[in-house]
């Protein structure tokens, strides 16, 4: 897999006074496993090898980040791919979904189920179901997370990281924010900006790691995954007009809009130095958009 640079951008903010604030630019190494998606998938993919399984078997929603990254790796690491996807509407709506025609374009095969079924995606009887309908193949849970994936985010820090007080990131189900607390150093803290609303992310990374230097804020998620807002949006197109970095509606662009926001409260201390890690996600933009044009809201710039 031919990897682009993931530098740190450093970002002149006049509101982010007495700081230094910085972007990790994960979503630069690979055009379309890009930012967390390739971290998750990295030894997951080794380990399908070392097992000698040729079809990978994931799940996730109609404009997951997750499905289009394992349907071009497995296209591009010859793995058939099954996507087991949230929403039997859906169906019949794959060419007019850009992230749905990218998995199939890519080879994977869409599988729809209802939203009852999907969630007994974690549940043996369920796989056991799946593997009678479509034989052997190696799961990848949805998302991505597993103590594997956990293993290839605690890559993303490097040792000139060290230089950084407060490393911040997008949290979806858990797994790159764990990764980076367990490569974190002891004066280092990491804020955790989730994407959906409530606690459980708390007690699920607390499973996880014996660690104390983070913390996570769903304050930020207006009002929850997928949601977003005319406030959100302006930002997010103002941002990438001011610094030419794209933003993605679901995670990195609510975290730099958390940043700016903790940071007006005196929430970092003066002269920190921040990084903020961009996840990659861009590839869900052209779908937000069809959304927001059916409620006639402004675009996101892409």
């Not at 999907?118 to 597993?146: A, C, H, M, S, W």
């Not at 990438?240 to 809009?257: A, Q």
């Amino acid at each position: 897999m031919i990897l682009g640079k993931n530098n740190n951008t450093k970002i002149e903010i006049t509101s982010l006074q007495n700081m230094e604030f910085y972007i990790k630019r994960e979503d630069q190494i690979h055009p379309f496993v890009s930012g967390n998606k390739y971290r998750k998938l990295k030894y997951n993919l080794l380990e399908a090898k070392n097992k000698q399984k040729t079809t990978l078997l994931t799940f996730g929603g109609a404009f997951s980040n997750h499905i289009a990254a394992t349907a071009a790796a497995g296209n591009e690491f010859n793995f058939k791919t099954i996507g087991v996807i949230r929403g039997e509407e859906l169906v019949d709506k794959v060419v007019e979904n850009p992230t749905l025609a990218f998995a199939k374009a890519n080879g994977m095969q869409l599988h729809f189920i209802s939203r009852g079924q999907y969630n007994q995606k974690e549940l043996q009887p369920f796989i056991k179901q799946l593997r009678n309908q479509f034989g052997d193949f190696y799961l990848v849970p949805e998302g991505g997370t597993n103590p594997l994936a956990i293993k290839g985010c605690e890559e993303i820090l490097t040792k000139e990281d060290a230089f950084f007080d407060y490393i911040c990131v997008p949290v979806g189900t858990g797994g790159t924010m764990a990764g980076l607390i367990n490569s974190s150093l002891p004066h280092q803290r990491i804020i955790g900006f989730s994407a959906l609303k409530g606690d459980f992310l708390e007690k699920k990374i607390s499973q996880i790691t014996s660690k104390s230097n983070w913390e996570i804020t769903d304050q930020f998620s207006f009002g929850g995954y997928a949601k977003v807002d005319e406030t959100l949006i302006n930002f997010m197109n103002n941002f990438k007009s001011s610094n030419n970095i794209p933003l993605d509606p679901l995670y990195t662009g609510k975290m730099v809009f958390g940043i700016f926001e903790l940071a007006k409260t005196g929430f970092f201390s003066k002269n920190s130095r921040i990084l903020a890690i961009h996840t990659g996600g861009l590839q869900g933009i052209q779908g937000m958009n069809l959304q927001l044009k059916k409620r006639n809201l402004p675009l996101i710039e892409i």
